[in-house]
């Protein structure tokens, strides 16, 4: 049977590779960019996929809460599509790399999780592995997103 290590990691590699292909259908200049007023930017969507990112693997390590704005910040980064690529590059390495320091007993033991995150799944504790699996889902939710915004703009993904 395949570990719970490498199911994670497989998850993870198969939303990202979705992600890229949607990034690299992007350009900078598209970063401030949303389909309509109130609707979250391109840029915005890039920030909450890796801030999320962030805020979720200080809370796993050492139950620690990064305020949003913080987990949101990459500087520079955030000034362009390559930056932002970086950004998330480097917090899924963060991430893959936490998977790896764990044993599958480690990633059975249960975390406690605030019930109003989406990763907790209503619960007050999980699984350490279960928010991880979320976090995956968290970022298709997004990649949806920004497939929408290319489609709407006449980028059809079944053509891609």
């Excluded at 395949?2 to 598209?30: C, F, N, P, Q, T």
């Excluded at 890796?50 to 000034?79: M, V």
């Excluded at 209503?122 to 970022?139: D, M, N, T, W």
Aim: aromatic residues 8%; negative net charge.
């Amino acid at each position: 049977m395949i570990s719970l290590h490498r199911r994670l990691k497989a998850r993870l590699a198969l939303v990202r590779a979705d992600l890229d292909e949607a990034m690299g259908r992007l350009r900078d200049e598209d970063l401030d960019w949303a389909p309509r007023e109130g609707m979250r930017t391109v840029g915005g969507q890039l920030t909450e996929i890796a801030g999320t990112e962030r805020q979720l693997l200080a809370w796993l390590r050492r139950q620690e809460r990064i305020p949003f704005e913080l987990a949101n910040d990459f500087g520079d980064r955030a000034k362009s599509i390559e930056g932002m690529r970086g950004a998330l590059e480097e917090v899924r390495g963060e991430t893959l790399a936490y998977i790896d320091s764990l044993s599958e007993d480690q990633l059975e033991a249960p975390v406690p999780m605030d019930p109003l995150w989406f990763e907790s799944l209503g619960q007050k504790e999980v699984p350490l592995g279960e928010p991880i699996r979320s976090l995956a889902q968290h970022e298709w939710y997004h990649v949806g997103q920004l497939v929408s915004y290319l489609w709407s703009r006449g980028d059809d993904p079944y053509k891609w």
